[in-house]
T-cell receptor, first 116, second 112 residues
């Protein structure tokens, strides 16, 4: 199947700093990408839908000014956690939609964020 | 809004047993349904994807069924092994443009 990469795979940062996570579709173009968050022993919760060339659509309860999403190309979406706090510590997983493959969602390996 | 429920939340079985994991969804007008495996601290591994027009999919010892009318899917694991121990997630999509909605998962332990 198609490959989606995420970088970095893990990051530790101090409270108040900003962290950028990259999500790339390596062998297909993804006009739509999704960002999920997973807290320990919880399921994946959708944060936002990212469409290339337009503003992201955020789920209820997700602060768009805190979680900045940019989808500037057909293979790259970025999630920036601004002014991170310990409660933002989580596992962030991106997913890219491959419309050429029956619109299958492919998932990245995830980024573990720890805010001290 | 689609909601996905998985029962049981946790399951412990002896090695060699056949087992069934259950998934239910509230909106039967789904586009497809997917089963994933997640090991502790790791990402998702896709196991089986069932399109709306399909009734089941098989891969090795795994078989997933889909009954849209009742809003249910099951994942059958034959001859379970300790290596099958993981959390199994069920997720459903309502259209090609909408994202997968996940259940909370079933945490499986297969005891040697």
């Amino acid at each position: 199947g198609a490959v989606v990469s995420q970088h970095p795979s893990w990051v530790i940062c101090k409270s108040g700093t900003s962290v950028k996570i990259e999500c790339r579709s390596l062998d297909f173009q993804a006009t739509t990408m999704f960002w999920y968050r997973q807290f320990p022993k919880q399921s994946l919760m959708l944060m936002a839908t990212s469409n290339e060339g337009s503003k992201a659509t955020y789920e209820q309860g997700v602060e768009k000014d805190k979680f900045l999403i940019n989808h500037a190309s057909l293979t790259l979406s970025t999630l920036t956690v601004t002014s991170a706090h310990p409660e933002d510590s989580s596992f962030y997983i991106c997913s890219a939609l491959d419309r050429a493959a029956q619109e299958t969602q492919y998932f990245g390996p995830g980024t573990r964020l720890l805010v001290l | 809004k689609q909601e996905v429920t998985q029962i049981p939340a946790a399951l412990s079985v002896p090695e060699g047993e056949n087992l069934v994991l259950n998934c239910s969804f509230t909106d039967s007008a789904i586009y497809n349904l997917q089963w994933f495996r997640q090991d502790p601290g790791k990402g998702l591994t896709s196991l089986l994807l069932i399109q709306s027009s399909q009734r089941e999919q098989t891969s090795g010892r795994l078989n997933a069924s889909l009954d849209k009318s009742s809003g249910r899917s099951t994942l059958y694991i034959a001859a379970s092994q300790p290596g099958d121990s993981a959390t199994y997630l069920c997720a459903a999509r309502n259209s090609g443009n909408t994202p997968l909605v996940f259940g909370k998962g079933t945490r499986l332990s297969v005891i040697a």
